[in-house]
């Protein structure tokens, strides 16, 4: 299947939209594809999708639930900033990136899982989000700092699954843990060492 890309700015202050359905060979949401579409009440995200831009939804302030697909890897910095009446977010569980402020300002979201395969979060993901009691992470995931700036929610940690893996880079040496489920992004450019690939001369695998 062929790459299929909503470019950046596509819809951008669209407010006759209210409900969409993106279309199945979508992969990537560009950034501000749906900036300040203000009566966005509804989006239907096909199994696709790999990657949300920067400030896709920014602004979406009457988007009131999103269920996130399993193919999901990376969600932009600001991707869903202000979206004010957003009460529930499910996150699959292949998630690697979520941006910084990712999801800041939506004020009354109470609570949100984060899967142990999250690898990268930027920073203020949930601030200024008050209604915030609970956030999920994984156990030695060191995101709560991250995680709980800006915000009154508790941490709550759980063991992650054995398919989770983990990565490191320590100069030229990038070093991976639970092989099984690297395996898999290895060499993909959904890898979130992938950026810093030029930089790596060294491999160490953990069984």
Do not use: H
């Amino acid at each position: 299947m062929m790459n299929t890309v909503i470019a950046e700015f596509e819809f951008n202050f669209r407010n006759d939209l209210r409900t969409i359905n993106i279309p199945d060979d979508v992969t990537e949401i560009g950034g501000s594809a749906y900036l300040f579409c203000e009566n966005l009440s509804e989006v239907n995200f096909p199994a696709s999708l790999k990657v949300i831009g920067r400030s896709a939804f920014c602004g979406c302030w009457r988007l009131k639930e999103i269920s996130l697909p399993a193919k999901l890897v990376e969600i932009g910095a600001n991707a869903f900033i202000n979206c004010s009446s957003l009460r529930k977010v499910t996150l699959p569980n292949g998630l690697l990136k979520i941006g910084d402020c990712a999801f800041k300002g939506c004020e009354i979201l109470r609570e949100i899982k984060i899967p142990a395969s999250v690898v990268e979060i930027g920073k203020d993901v949930f601030a200024g989000c008050e209604s915030l009691k609970k956030i999920y992470c994984r156990t030695g995931s060191n995101f709560a700092e991250k995680l709980c700036g800006g915000n009154s929610a508790e941490l709550i940690t759980f063991d992650a699954p054995k398919e989770n893996f983990s990565w490191q880079i320590d100069g030229d040496t990038l070093t991976v843990g639970g092989t099984d489920a690297a395996k898999k992004i290895f060499c993909d450019e959904n890898a979130p060492w992938f950026d810093k690939r030029k930089s790596i001369r060294k491999i160490i695998i953990k069984s």
